[in-house]
Structure formats: structure tokens, C-alpha cells
């Protein structure tokens, strides 16, 4: 009877072992991503500070292990139809500051809209330490606003 005792014992202290050897790694999970979601643009976010009723919002996603950004924008009501959409940085929110990324042949030029694009940040112009500071925006463009109609400033979080 002792001897079953401690075949038991074995046999759960193996099955424990095994168990925990099994368990997966936080490492297992996939990259973890830097992420913003339904991030507001606004008129009010230019400088100088637009005035539209004009509204937008983006998503966005970083992988810093492959250098990935996702971004999908998405506008409504602009005074016109958007000429020019793009990302600038580096930028503390509500400084102005050059294109970073441009996205000119990837969106509608329309008043209201969405597209969505994925690039490589570059490490020159677009560094990661800039992108996670949080000093990228993006801004969408018309004809009666020239430098910018509405703005959001990018700041992922983890």
C-alpha cells in the first residue's frame, strides 16, 4: 500500500511538471502591439485652430518588432473634398511640423470617407521614439483649408 502511495505521488508530481513546462510563454502571445482606437480629429486640434463642423477619428497599431504601422482614417462633413491627408511628426500636439508619410493616392477625394494603409516606419524621418512620445499627427486637407481642416494627434498606448 506504501509503495502505491508514492507511485500516486510521483505520478502527480510528474503530471505538475509537465503541466507547468507546457504552459505557454507570455512570449507565445505574438508581439505586443501599440495600439489607439476611434482617436478623434477635430478642426479645434489645428494650428491655428480651424473652425468646421467637420469630424474624424483613426485607428491605429504598431508591431515594434517587424516596425509595422496600421492606420485607418475615417472623415465626415469636411468643407470640401480632401486634397491631401498625412502624417507629421515630429510634433508635441498642437505644433506644426513637415510630412512625415504622405498617404496621396490612397484615399477618396471626397468630403466624407475612410481607407486604411499599412507602411514601414523608415527609422530617418519616422523613428519609433518619436512615433511612441506621441509626437505624429495626421490631418486632412481642402481646398478652403490649405494647411489642415481637422487634425488628431496620434498616442498609442500598450
Known sequence: MKKLHV????????FCTFAVACNKDDNDDGP???????????GAQENPAVATTATGSFDATYNPESKQFNI?????????NATLMHIHGPAERGVNTGV???????FAS???GSFSTTFTINGTTQTEADLLAGKWYVNIHTAAH????IRGQIELTQ
Request: glycine share 14%; charged share 10%; net charge positive.
Open 7 to 14: 507511485w500516486i505521488l510521483i505520478a502527480a508530481g510528474l
Open 72 to 80: 485607418t482614417v475615417r472623415w465626415q462633413g469636411l468643407s470640401g
Open 146 to 149: 490649405g494647411g489642415g481642416e
Open 32 to 42: 505586443k502591439l501599440y495600439k489607439a482606437t476611434n482617436v478623434p480629429m477635430s
Open 110 to 112: 471626397a468630403p466624407s
Open 100 to 106: 512625415i508619410q504622405n498617404f496621396a493616392t490612397l
